[in-house]
C-alpha cells in the first residue's frame, strides 16, 4: 500500500466536515469516502480520524448518535450542526482562497 | 449557544466517564470490524484481515487516550487527583500541616476580623441613597473648629437654599438633648431638630406614620416627633399603637407622628427628631452659627464645582453683610468622608498592620514549604523524568499550597464569628454610638469574600513561590545523587531574602505595636490638674414637673449633698456638669469681657461652661492659683460670682491680674448679669481628645441650678462600695429618683480611653506574633543551613579549626541576614510611625527609644536563633560530621 499523503495540519478537519456535510455518517464510512473522492491521493490515518472525530463535537461543530449502518450493526453517527455549516463554509472559502494564491505563486515562479 | 452544548458535553465525559468509555470502544470496535470485512472481501485469511485492519489503524489505546484528550477529561482528572494526593501528602505531615494551616488563619483571621470594622464604617456607615452626593456644609471662620463645630448661620443657610443651584436640596438640623418623662422619671435622650426637609434630601421614609410638613416648623405647631425604630423598641417596647399618642419632651407634649427605619438614627446617635421651628427674628440671625446643614447635590454637579458655587456665595455675602459675614467662608465636605475621622483610621492603622501580619507568615510559611521541598526534590525530580511537565507540576504545588490556605480561611472564618462580635463589644457604647455604621459590624458577604480571596491570594502565591523555588530541578542529577539533596545557591537566596522580609515586618509591626502602646500608656496619663483615684461618680437628673423652679433643685441638691458628706469614709461631695473622661464635650459658651469690645459679632471668645459646687475643687483635688474657689456664702442671693481656669486668665489678662475683672455670658449687651472672677484654678484635662489649655468658667451651682448634675464623691476606700450608702441619701432626698451612670472615676477614664488600648492590645498581640514567627523563620532558616554545612563544619574542625572562629561565621551570617532586614525596615517604620503620628491626634509620636530598643531586640533574637545550631554543629565530633551525608 502507498504511503498515505500527509494531511496538510488542520485540513483533516475540514475533509470530516465536507464529508457529513450531505448526509450523517460514521467513522469508517468517513475515512472511505476521503479516500475515494479524492480517487485515492488522500489516505486518513485511520486511528487519528477518532481524536478529530471527538474533538469537533467537543467544539460543537458536529453533533453524534448512534444508529444501524449499512450491514445492520451499531454504528455512531456524526453530522453537521448549523454553526458547523457555517464554520465549513468560512474554512472551505479560506481554503480555496489559499490554494488559489499558492498555485498562483508556483505557475509564476 | 455552542458553550453550553461544549459544558454538557464536557460534564458527561466527567461524570458518565464509563458509559462513554465503552461507547468510545463500541466505535473503535465497530471501525476494525468493518475494515476486516472490507480486507475479508478482497480475499484475506480471516487472520491476515485482522492484522491489515490493526496496522491501518494505529496505536488503538494511544488513540482511546487523544479522544479523552480531546473530550477535555484529563484535565479534571488530573487536578482531582492533585488535589487527593495534596489532601494526603497534608494528611501524612500532621504537624507541618497544623502549623501552616493555624499561621496562615491567624494572618487571615486577623484581617478577616480587622476588615470587617473596615467594612462597616467605610464602605456603609450609612446605607443612604446615593451616598455620595450627601455633603455637610457649613461656614467656617478662619479658626480650627473641629468636627463637632461645623455650623451655619439660619438666615445664610436660607439664602444658600434659596439662590444657589448646585444642590437639589439643603436642610438644617441642630442637635438637642431632651429630657423624656416616663412614669415620674426623667430620662435623657438625644434628639435632633429638623428643618422638614431633612428626611426628603436624605431620602428617607417612616416605618410607619408621616414626616413633618412645611407647615409643621412654626412656633406653636412644632409638638410633633419622629422616633427612632431602636427607642420605640427600647422605651416604648415596640407598642403597635404608639403612633397618635403623645410623650412629655422637657416638659412640652409632643404627639408621635413617625417612626424611622431600623438602620436609621443620623445624626447618631439620635433617637427622635422634631421640627425645628425657628421664631422669625431666629431665622433672620446672621450673627450665630447655630445650625447643621447637609444638602444633596444636583445630578451631575461635583463636589469641587459646588465649591466653586460656594465660593461665590460666600464672597457675596461679604460684601453684602459685612459686619457679619466678613472672614467666613462656606465650605463643603462629602458626607462619607466627615465620617472619615478618628475611629476610622484607627482600623485602617490596624487593616495595614493586619496585612504586614498576613505577608510575614506568607513569608514564614514559603521558608517551611521550601525545606520541605529540597526533601520532596527526588520525588519531584522523578515526576518529570516520568513526563510531568513544568504546567503540571505548577498544579500539583498549587493544589497543595492552595488546600492550606483554604483550610485556613475555613478555620477564620469560624474564628472570625466570635472575634468580630468580640471587637465589637470591645469598645464601650459611649464610644461606639458616635460612630456611625458601628452596629452594622459583621461577617458579611464582603467580610466572606475578603476572606476568601485574601486565602486564595495566599495559596497563589505560595504555589508560584514553590514552582518557581523547584523550577530548576535537574532529574538526571538529582536522581543520581543520593542523600537528602543539595540546595543550589539561588534556593539558598531565596531563603535568606524570605528571612529578610521577616525582619522587616517584625521590626514594622513591633514599632508599630511599641508606639500605640506607648500613646495608651500616655494617654491614661494625659488627665492632668485632678486625681482621679477614690472618686465615685454617679448622674443624677431631676423630673421637671416636680422640681419647677430653682429653690427647689437647689434644695434637693443640698439635701444631696449634705447626707452624702455625711456618710462615714466620704471626704468631700460635691455637684458638676460635666466630669473629666465623660467622652462629651463641655457646653460651650461665648463670652464678653467688660471693657473689651469683641471687634465683630462672629470672633466672640468662646469658653467652657461648667457649674460646680463649693466643694468641687478639692474632691477632685484641682490646684487654685489665685483669688478663692466658691463658698456657700455664694447664694442664690449674694453677688454673681465666677471662677475661670488658668488657661483662661492666662489668655485674656496675660500682663495683669484677672481677679476683679467681670465677664458677661453671650454677647456683650445682653440681659446676662456680669460675673465678678474671684478665682483662678488649674486647668483639668476634660477628654483626652481635648487639649489641656482650653479656656473653661466655673459658676457656683447655687447661682445657676441644673436638673441634671454629676454627684462626685472623694472617699477614702474603694469608692465602689458606696454606691448602696449614696442610694439610701438619695432616697430619703426623693425616693422617685433613679441613680444613672455609677462608676468610679479610673473607670470612666478606662472606658474613655478604651478604642486606644483596644489598639494597643491588639497591635501588641500582632506584634508579639511577628517577632515569635521572625524568630522562627531566622531559627529555620540557620538550622537548616548549618545542617547542611555539617560535612564543611566537619572538615573544618578535623583541619583545625577554632570553633570560635566557626561560631562567628554562622552568627556573622545570622546577623547579616537581620542587619539587612532592619536597615531597611527602619526607614518604613520611621515613616509609618509619622503616619500614625498625624491619625492618631498627636497621641502617638515617633520615639526613638522605641525603634533602637526594637532593632536591638531583633538582633539579639537572631543571635539566639543562630547561636543554637552552631553550638549543635561544632559539638559533634568530626568524625560523626565527617560521615554525615
Known amino acids: 500500500m502507498s504511503k498515505p499523503t500527509d494531511l496538510v495540519q488542520g485540513t483533516l478537519d475540514l475533509l470530516i466536515l465536507k464529508s457529513i456535510a450531505l448526509a450523517p455518517m460514521h467513522g469508517w464510512a468517513i475515512a472511505q469516502r476521503i479516500r475515494q473522492v479524492s480517487n485515492e491521493v488522500l489516505q486518513v490515518n485511520q486511528g487519528a480520524l477518532y481524536p478529530a472525530l471527538h474533538r469537533l463535537e467537543q467544539q460543537g461543530w458536529i453533533e453524534a448518535e448512534w444508529g444501524e449502518s449499512e450491514n445492520n450493526r451499531r454504528a455512531k453517527y456524526y453530522s453537521l450542526t448549523k454553526p458547523g455549516g457555517k464554520y465549513l463554509q468560512s474554512e472551505q472559502a479560506n481554503w480555496e482562497r489559499l490554494s488559489a494564491a499558492i498555485g498562483l505563486v508556483l505557475k509564476k515562479a | 449557544m455552542r458553550w453550553l452544548q461544549s459544558i454538557s458535553h464536557r460534564l458527561r465525559s466527567l461524570y458518565r466517564k464509563d458509559a462513554v468509555e465503552r461507547e468510545t470502544d463500541q466505535e473503535l470496535r465497530f471501525h476494525l470490524e468493518r475494515q476486516i470485512a472490507e480486507h475479508a472481501a478482497t480475499g484475506m485469511s480471516p487472520e491476515e484481515a485482522r492484522r491489515a485492519a490493526l496496522l491501518e489503524f494505529g496505536g488503538v489505546e494511544q488513540f482511546k487516550e487523544e479522544c479523552r484528550e480531546a473530550r477535555g477529561v484529563n484535565r479534571f482528572e488530573s487536578l482531582l487527583a492533585d488535589l487527593c494526593y495534596g489532601f494526603r501528602s497534608l494528611r501524612k505531615s500532621p504537624g507541618f500541616t497544623v502549623v501552616s ?92 431638630r429638623v428643618s422638614a426637609n431633612f428626611f426628603d434630601v436624605l431620602a428617607v421614609i417612616p416605618v410607619s406614620g408621616r414626616l413633618f410638613g412645611e407647615a409643621e416648623q412654626q412656633p406653636g405647631a412644632d409638638q410633633l416627633v419622629i422616633l427612632s425604630y431602636g427607642s420605640w423598641q427600647r422605651r416604648f417596647a415596640g407598642d403597635p399603637r404608639l403612633l397618635g399618642k403623645t410623650i412629655s419632651l422637657n416638659s412640652r407634649i409632643y404627639s408621635i407622628v413617625g417612626i424611622m427605619p431600623k438602620d436609621f438614627d443620623y445624626p447618631v446617635p439620635a433617637e427622635l427628631w422634631v421640627p425645628l421651628a425657628l ?31 460656594l465660593n461665590n456665595f460666600s464672597r457675596r455675602l461679604e460684601q453684602e453683610y459685612p459686619k457679619t459675614n466678613a472672614g467666613r467662608a462656606t465650605t463643603l465636605l462629602q458626607l462619607r468622608k466627615e465620617l472619615y475621622m478618628f475611629t476610622l483610621p484607627l482600623f485602617i492603622l490596624l487593616q495595614a498592620a493586619a496585612g504586614f501580619l498576613l505577608l510575614l507568615a506568607c513569608a514564614n510559611l514559603a521558608n517551611l514549604v521550601f525545606a520541605r521541598m529540597i526533601g520532596r526534590q527526588r520525588e519531584i525530580a522523578l515526576r518529570a523524568a516520568l513526563g510531568a511537565g513544568r504546567g503540571r507540576l505548577g ?127 500616655r494617654l491614661a496619663k494625659v488627665y492632668q490638674g485632678f486625681e482621679p483615684a477614690g472618686i465615685l461618680k454617679i448622674e443624677i437628673s431631676l423630673p421637671q414637673k416636680v422640681y419647677a423652679d430653682d429653690a427647689k433643685i437647689a434644695n434637693f441638691y443640698q439635701q444631696l449633698l449634705r447626707g452624702a458628706a455625711s456618710v462615714p469614709g466620704v471626704r468631700h461631695a460635691s455637684l458638676v456638669t460635666n466630669p473629666p473622661a465623660s467622652n462629651v464635650d463641655d457646653e460651650t459658651t461665648f463670652f464678653a469681657v467688660e471693657g473689651q469690645a469683641a471687634p465683630n459679632a462672629s470672633e466672640l471668645p468662646s469658653a467652657d461652661l461648667q457649674i460646680a459646687s463649693p466643694d468641687f475643687f478639692d474632691t477632685l483635688k484641682i490646684s487654685s492659683v489665685a483669688g478663692r474657689v466658691f463658698s456657700d456664702a455664694d447664694s442664690a442671693d449674694s453677688a454673681r460670682v465666677a471662677v475661670i481656669g488658668h488657661a483662661m486668665a492666662s489668655r485674656f489678662w496675660a500682663k495683669e491680674d484677672a481677679l476683679g475683672h467681670r465677664i458677661k455670658l453671650g454677647v456683650q449687651n445682653s440681659t446676662e448679669p456680669w460675673l465678678t472672677i474671684v478665682g483662678v484654678v488649674g486647668d483639668v484635662r476634660q477628654n483626652w481628645w481635648n487639649p489641656v489649655t482650653r479656656p473653661v468658667i466655673y459658676k457656683p451651682f447655687a447661682q445657676a441650678p441644673q436638673r441634671s448634675m454629676n454627684l462626685l464623691l472623694r472617699t477614702t476606700s474603694n469608692p465602689a462600695s458606696y454606691v448602696s450608702a449614696v442610694r439610701d441619701v438619695v432616697r430619703q432626698a426623693d425616693p422617685a429618683i433613679a441613680l444613672r451612670g455609677v462608676n468610679t472615676l479610673d473607670e470612666e477614664i478606662a472606658d474613655s480611653i478604651a478604642i486606644v488600648r483596644i489598639m494597643g492590645i491588639l497591635m501588641g498581640i500582632f506584634g508579639l506574633v511577628a517577632l515569635a514567627l521572625s524568630s522562627i523563620g531566622v531559627y529555620g532558616v540557620l538550622s537548616e543551613s548549618v545542617a547542611q554545612r555539617t560535612h564543611e563544619i566537619g572538615i573544618r574542625l578535623a583541619l583545625g579549626a577554632n570553633p570560635r572562629d566557626l561560631m562567628k561565621l554562622i552568627l556573622g551570617q545570622a546577623l547579616k541576614l537581620t542587619g539587612i532586614g532592619l536597615v531597611i525596615a527602619v526607614p518604613c517604620a520611621v515613616a509609618i510611625s509619622r503616619a500614625m503620628a498625624s491619625l492618631i491626634f498627636g497621641v502617638v509620636s515617633l520615639d526613638f527609644t522605641i525603634l533602637g530598643g526594637f532593632t536591638l531586640l531583633l538582633l539579639v533574637v537572631a543571635l539566639g536563633a543562630g547561636y543554637l545550631p552552631a553550638r549543635r554543629a561544632i559539638g559533634v565530633d568530626p568524625m560523626v560530621s565527617l560521615r554525615y551525608e
Not at chain 2, 452659627?289 to 444638602?295: I, P, V
Not at chain 2, 528571612?499 to 509591626?509: N, Y
Request: hydrophobic residues 50%; glycine residues 8%; proline residues 3%.
Open chain 2, 279 to 309: 421664631t422669625p427674628a431666629e431665622k433672620a440671625d446672621r450673627a450665630q452659627l447655630s445650625l447643621n446643614a447637609l444638602a444633596r447635590l444636583k445630578p451631575g454637579v461635583s463636589v469641587s464645582q459646588a465649591a466653586a458655587v
Open chain 2, 101 to 192: 494551616v493555624l499561621t496562615l488563619a491567624l494572618g487571615i483571621g486577623a484581617n478577616a476580623a480587622i476588615f470587617s470594622v473596615v467594612n462597616a464604617l467605610l464602605l456603609h456607615p450609612y446605607n443612604f441613597h446615593n451616598l455620595d452626593s450627601l455633603v455637610r456644609v457649613w461656614e467656617d471662620r478662619g479658626i480650627d473648629e473641629g468636627y463637632d463645630e461645623r455650623y451655619i448661620a439660619p438666615a445664610d443657610a436660607e439664602e444658600l437654599r434659596s439662590t444657589t443651584g448646585a444642590f437639589e436640596g439643603l436642610t438644617t438640623y441642630s442637635m438637642q438633648s431632651f429630657g423624656l418623662r416616663t412614669k415620674g422619671d426623667v430620662q435623657p435622650i438625644l434628639g435632633c
Open chain 2, 395 to 521: 498544579q500539583l504545588f498549587l493544589s497543595e499550597t492552595l488546600l492550606y490556605s483554604l483550610a485556613a480561611a475555613v478555620v477564620a472564618i469560624v474564628a472570625s464569628f466570635a472575634s468580630v462580635r468580640a471587637l465589637r463589644t470591645s469598645i464601650p457604647v459611649g464610644w461606639t454610638k458616635w460612630v456611625p455604621g458601628w452596629d452594622g459590624i459583621r461577617v458579611d458577604g464582603n467580610v466572606l469574600a475578603f476572606t476568601i480571596l485574601a486565602a486564595l491570594g495566599v495559596g497563589l502565591f505560595l504555589g508560584i513561590a514553590t514552582m518557581l523555588h523547584t523550577s530548576r530541578v535537574e532529574p538526571n542529577k538529582t536522581l543520581k545523587e543520593t542523600g537528602t539533596g543539595t540546595v543550589t545557591r539561588t534556593k539558598r537566596r531565596v531563603c535568606n531574602a524570605l528571612v529578610v522580609v521577616q525582619v522587616m515586618f517584625a521590626l514594622i509591626l513591633l514599632v508599630c505595636a511599641g508606639l500605640t502602646i506607648q500613646g495608651f500608656v
